[in-house]
């Protein structure tokens, strides 16, 4: 099974994770690495190869990312070095039905049906009440 890393800008990957616990309860191999306001990102960096390494269990690591080419996305990339890229996901635009589908799927993984998730989950409620 595949690890789980979620790289966000202040706590918003704590709060993702409260919420899924809500559906799933405890998560295995699951870790987050909040980016605080201020920190060095070089020290920002090298928390993320830790937590990689961490939940890495030989068959690789799904890494989320809340903005595309925010310093936790570009944390992820300077440590492309680092990873087995073929053993490697990382998804930027992290947002809920994301995850909640990844969770769902985790132990037959599609990552094109996470990703459908993640953007047929954006709707504008009130336009469905307008019609």
Excluded: W
């Amino acid at each position: 099974m595949k690890g789980i890393v979620i790289a966000t800008h202040g706590e918003f990957a704590n709060g993702i994770v409260s919420t899924c616990k809500m559906f799933f309860g405890e998560i295995e191999q699951l870790i987050t690495v909040c980016l605080a306001e201020g920190e060095d990102p070089d020290e920002y960096v090298n928390r993320i190869l830790e937590a990689v390494q961490s939940v890495d269990t030989g068959d690789g690591v799904s890494i989320f990312c809340d903005i595309a080419y925010g310093t936790p996305c570009n944390s992820v990339i300077r440590n492309f070095k680092n990873f087995d890229l073929d053993k490697v996901d990382v998804i930027a635009g992290l947002n809920f039905p994301m995850l909640l589908q990844y969770l769902s799927s985790r132990e037959d993984l599609n990552m094109e049906e996470v990703l459908k998730a993640g953007q047929t989950g954006i709707i504008d409620v009130k336009a469905l009440f307008d019609k």
